[in-house]
Every structure is written in C-alpha cells, then in structure tokens.
C-alpha cells in the first residue's frame, strides 16, 4: 500500500518559470510532511517541511501549501533555476506517535528546469 | 561539521554472495536509519536505531538481512546470500532525537 503518493512522475518547466510538485496521504495520524532533494549519486536532503498545524510554509523560493481536509499538499518553486534540476521527495511521519522518527517517502517527482 | 558517511560507495556481486556496508553518523546523532531505495523509487526504512538499540526493523528481510549498532555510534547493515531483487542504493541517515534526518551518499549495489 502506497501511504503517500506524488505527482507527476516528472515535470519539465523553463527557467523562471513556477514548479509545482504534489503529494497526498493516506493516513490521517501524519502531522509532519519534510520535501527532500536529490541529486544523482547523492543522498536526499531536507529542502522544507511543514505541521500539519499549519497550512503554508515558505522558505526563499520554496513553498508548501498544505490542505489538512483533502490530505493533499504541493510544493511550488518559483523562479525556477536549472540547478534545482532534481528529484524530489515528499515524506511523512506522525509526530505524536511513538514512530515519529519513521518517514514515509513517496515515489518522488523528476524535476528538469530548462534554459 | 563531517556528515554522515558511508562505505563502500559502490559494490558489484555474484547472487548468494554477501556484502556488508557500513556508515559512521553526525557525531552526537542518538538515532540510526538504514533504508533501501530501488532505482526510480523513494526511500524505503529498513531499520533504526536508538543508541544501540533496535527500535524498528519491521521492514528488515531477516533471513538475509542484518544490522548491528554495537557502541551506539557506527552500523554496519549485512546482505548474507544477496539476490539480484536486493539491487538498490543503501542509505545510511542519523538524527538527534528523531528530528531533522541526514542523508549519506549511499552504497549503490549491484547484484548479478
């Protein structure tokens, strides 16, 4: 069972354009959504993360829009750069559980920023 | 600040033979993740760890697959008999206290 799906697959955009990249969950016990970043032959790292107490999280470039009720969530980058050209992972865990430190990954969205 | 590292960075292998990968956390970092990421996919947990303490390894096919965490500080994660199915990048991650994960640069493995 997939707990936490992302779409699309891959996304291509042109330079300064905004990407949006989506996510949803299943299960309601998640409060805590971190996007990671990958790059080819490295590991993932934390680009953003958000609570579910909260419903917008911006950081630079970077933005998540989170809707509680829907259990849905995207990821916009605006001004898009071709180093942001990367694969994109959104994740979930359930604070409140005893397994907060488990993360669920989704299958990730390819990214490609074009000049 | 080192970050995690991870060895060896690559590995190639025979089905039936076995490998071991080892990764050293961030310095302080109480708790350990290994986890499995098939080519294309996301990260999948295979076990973590608190200190030296097993907290999870639900995920972890016992049969073949082992991880040790002896001092609380390094892991080592143990393939007996690898498949070619057990093709995938291994990645070590470490936290303080179940916050912020952090990556290393994975073992990628290839079994024949």
């Known amino acids: 069972q997939q707990q936490v799906r992302q779409s699309p697959q891959s996304l291509t955009v042109w330079e300064g354009e905004t990407a949006i990249l989506n996510c949803s969950y299943e299960n309601s016990a998640f409060d805590y959504f971190p996007w990671y970043q990958q790059f080819p032959g490295e590991g993932p790292a934390l680009l953003i993360a958000?609570?579910?107490?909260?419903d917008k999280k911006e950081d630079g470039r970077f933005t998540i829009f989170f809707n509680k009720r829907e259990k849905k969530l995207s990821l916009h980058i605006t001004d898009s750069q071709p180093g942001d050209s990367a694969t994109y992972f959104c994740a979930a865990s359930a604070i409140a559980s005893s397994s907060f430190s488990k993360l669920v990954f989704g299958q990730g969205t390819s990214l490609s920023v074009v000049p | 600040e080192a970050g995690v590292t991870q060895s060896p960075r690559y590995a190639v292998l025979q089905e039936g033979q076995a490998v071991s990968f080892w990764c050293d956390p961030i310095s302080g970092h109480d708790t350990l993740y290994w986890y499995q990421q098939p080519r294309d996919q996301g990260p999948q947990l295979l076990v973590y760890f608190r200190d030296e303490a097993v907290i999870d390894n639900s995920q972890l096919p016992s049969d073949r697959f082992s991880a040790v965490r002896p001092k609380g500080t390094n892991s080592t994660l143990k393939i007996q008999s690898a498949k070619q199915g057990d093709t995938a990048t291994y990645l070590c991650a470490s936290s303080f206290e179940g916050a912020e994960q952090f990556f290393g640069p994975g073992t990628r493995l290839t079994v024949l």
């Open positions: 958000i609570r579910s107490v909260s």
